[in-house]
């Protein structure tokens, strides 16, 4: 073999490994980008165990620290459009622009906040007591862009 053709055949094997460590590179971004590492659970327990004035969120409400779960539960026997706007503004700020779909049961009232987009990416499910009687379900399921 010449040195000319050792040369190119080097010159060859380089180029291919750099084509290929391009092509990986490219193809793992493709497959990080598609999927979902929005934690629906952690998200979903920050929330309802959160603590809030209940006069911050309660028309006529005293000053007591309640938890997010049990306004939740709250809201569902009740007009407490407060409540509401503040789950909507903490999910709209995590969800980043996505759908997302919170339900809400509390003995045989239920309601939803936020609109489906297909099949949800993530979503978590708890069961949580209620200062006031009974378990608050709660789901929440966030969508793909």
């Known amino acids: 073999m010449n040195r ?5 055949l080097v010159d060859a094997v380089i180029f291919t490994v750099v084509v290929m460590m391009a092509l990986s590179a490219l193809i793992g971004l493709g ?27 309660v028309e ?6 309640v938890r997010v779960s049990d306004l939740c539960a709250l809201m569902l026997t009740g007009d407490q459009p407060g409540v509401e706007s503040y789950v909507e503004s903490v999910l709209e700020s995590f969800s980043g622009g996505r759908h997302y779909l919170l339900e809400l049961r509390h ?11 297909g099949t949800p990416s993530v ?8 200062t006031t009687g ?3 379900w709660v789901r929440l399921s966030l969508f793909p862009s």
């Open 4 to 8: 000319r053709g050792f040369v190119a």
């Open 31 to 57: 497959i990080q980008d598609q999927s979902d590492d929005r934690d629906a659970g952690g998200l979903l327990e920050s929330l309802m165990s959160a603590e809030v004035r209940m006069s911050d969120l």
């Open 60 to 65: 006529g409400g005293d000053g007591s620290l």
């Open 107 to 117: 003995s045989e009232l239920s309601m939803t906040i936020g609109t489906a987009s």
């Open 123 to 130: 979503s978590a499910e708890t069961e949580l007591p209620v």
């Open 134 to 136: 009974g378990v608050l």
